[in-house]
């Protein structure tokens, strides 16, 4: 509506717009309403029901999986440690390794050695 419109067109105007409402909210309507309203306050009511046990479940299961999670840690753990065990005894077993490496040489070098002095064996077509 233009701001220059008289009274009159301003009266006219809002009559229209009464009338408009009065066909809209007709009889009945308002009961209609309160029906509906009524209707979602129930479904959001169940809708509640429904998430408040859901979350409560998502709850429950997760607090099994931090436990088991706990579990898995405790192993992890103790897993961890037997391989440090492990690694340990590898290294000592390296070591005894070198050092029968080490004396397997020298055995070899003595053994090298008594062969060399030894006499050569004889031929059968030496005799």
């Not at 008289?6 to 308002?30: C, D, M, S, W």
């Not at 009511?45 to 429950?60: G, H, M, S, Y």
């Not at 997760?62 to 961890?80: C, N, S, V």
């Amino acid at each position: 509506m233009p701001a220059t419109a008289t009274i009159e067109e301003r009266v006219t105007y809002l009559e229209h717009e009464v009338r408009y409402l009065k066909a809209f909210a007709g009889p009945g309507q308002n009961e209609a309403l309160s029906a509906n309203v009524a209707e979602i306050r129930v479904i959001v009511t169940d809708l509640k029901k429904q998430f408040d046990r859901l979350e409560q479940r998502v709850e429950t299961r997760l607090d099994g999986f931090g436990t088991r999670l706990d579990g898995f840690g405790t192993q992890l753990k103790k897993f961890e440690t037997r391989l440090d065990q492990v690694e340990t005894r590898l290294e000592g077993f390296a070591t005894q390794l070198s050092g029968v490496s080490a004396h397997l040489g020298e055995h070899t070098k003595l053994l090298a050695e008594i062969l060399s002095r030894l006499p050569r064996p004889a031929t059968p077509g030496d005799n």
